[in-house]
């Protein structure tokens, strides 16, 4: 059974820093390309940072680049999200997503709040 398991989410004040981490399970996940995408109240889900199998591409969207780093430990099946100089506009449900070709699995999410 796939699962993957967002986790590190909270109420942080803007310029604050959280680090979400996602375990997985049921698959291979070293043959997966992992992503986060954040959803906010309203909005459509976007793509906010993605990393390839081996760890050596990445790619981010222009609202988080400096500020968000997304590493994985294939040893450990996991994916992380760095998120550094938080603001009110970063504040969103964040996905955790593997994909590989036609197989696309999602996490339930974790909660992000930036507020003062």
């Known amino acids: 059974q796939v699962q993957l398991v967002e986790s590190g989410g909270g109420l942080v004040q803007p310029g604050g820093s959280l680090r979400l981490s996602c375990g997985a399970s049921?698959?291979?996940?070293?043959?997966?390309?992992m992503s986060w995408y954040r959803q906010a109240p309203g909005k459509e889900r976007e793509l906010v940072a993605g990393?390839?199998?081996?760890?050596?591409?990445?790619n981010y969207a222009d609202s988080v680049k400096g500020r968000f780093t997304i590493s994985r430990d294939n040893a450990k099946n996991a994916v992380y999200l760095q998120m550094n100089s938080l603001k009110p506009e970063d504040t969103a449900v964040y996905y955790c997503?593997?994909?590989?070709?036609?197989?696309?699995?999602w996490g339930q999410g974790t909660q992000v709040t930036v507020s003062s």
């Open positions: 997503n593997a994909r590989k070709y036609v197989e696309n699995y």
């Open positions: 049921g698959f291979t996940f070293s043959w997966f390309a």
């Open positions: 990393i390839s199998r081996a760890g050596s591409t990445t």
